[in-house]
């Protein structure tokens, strides 16, 4: 004699993360990552959401620092044979884009990431930042053949929320998530965001009222109490807000969703998930 239990609560809640994110879309997405205060955590949740949709989701997936100020996307994710960023695409996207353009070209200015199976495009923070703006023309060109190319595009960014790339970006973004800590000027700084965005047009309003927060434990030091009291702050601001555990694996170097402790790995996945239902 013998019966079979079905999955507990915590076990669908998993299998209903996964599923979301393995999702394909009819059409390319984009997702802008952002905050207007450098060290909010832009850079990991652009590593790590690119990591999780390509684990589930299978390949297609663009990680991309749109970063004027020494973007740090390249520093954070492994090399690929060659040091080439945005600035040399950029030359090459009207080829690429032309009926001859193949996505293995690609491969010439992308670094992929051979464990995560998501491709990279650095910006060039040796560069002074001048050197590194790029137009709104230049953001499109770029996203243009991004899109043609890749079904989920996520952005990192820089923290001058008035710099054409910036604003082009969000112009471009089918959703937003913003990226914080438990810092106090880090919280500030994205709620204000928001709530900017909520006054430039309607467009911008809805991606600040549909956002996906993700609020990261990066100081080991602070408490529960302090990250409930950010994920509480952001409830009437976002769709959704989700938390992430303080881990070590994060805090420099090369990022890899498979060194991250059990639990940050699955914060990770509903963070994704958060994002993947937004489309």
């Known amino acids: 004699m013998g019966f079979s239990l079905g ?3 915590k076990e669908r809640a998993v299998r209903d993360d996964e599923h979301a994110v393995s999702r394909h879309w009819p059409g390319p997405r984009t997702v802008a990552v952002v905050n207007g205060k450098g060290g909010a955590g832009k850079t990991p949740a652009t590593v790590l959401l690119s990591a999780v949709f390509a684990q589930y989701g299978g390949a297609g997936v663009l990680a991309w620092d749109n970063n004027q100020t020494r973007g740090t996307l390249g520093w954070r ?4 044979a060659h040091d080439r960023t945005l600035l040399e695409l950029l030359p090459q996207t009207q080829r690429l884009l032309g009926a001859h353009g193949q996505s293995a070209d690609l491969a010439h200015f992308v670094h992929h990431q051979p464990q995560e199976k998501y491709d990279v495009l650095r910006s060039k923070p040796i560069r002074l930042a001048h050197e590194n703006r790029l137009s709104p023309s230049d953001v499109d060109a770029i996203h243009a053949v ?4 890749y079904r989920l595009i996520i952005i990192d960014s820089g923290n001058d929320e008035s710099d054409p790339m910036w604003l082009r970006m969000i112009d471009l973004a089918d959703q937003i998530v913003v990226a914080t800590t438990t810092r106090d000027d880090h919280a500030e700084a994205g709620a204000l965001l928001l709530e900017a965005l909520e006054d430039r ?3 911008s309003a809805r991606l600040a009222r549909e956002s996906v927060v993700v609020v990261s434990q990066a100081d080991p030091k602070a408490t529960a109490a302090d990250v409930t009291d950010v994920v509480s702050g952001y409830r009437s601001l976002a769709r959704e807000v989700v938390r992430i555990p303080f881990d070590r694996e994060m805090v420099d170097g090369h990022l890899r969703l498979r060194t991250l402790a059990a639990p940050t790995q ?3 996945l509903s963070a994704a998930a958060a ?3 937004g489309f």
């Open 146 to 149: 991004a899109a043609k190319f």
């Open 266 to 268: 699955r914060a990770w």
């Open 7 to 9: 999955p507990d609560a």
């Open 77 to 80: 994710t492994e090399t690929g």
């Open 275 to 277: 994002v993947a239902r």
């Open 201 to 203: 047009d309607e467009r």
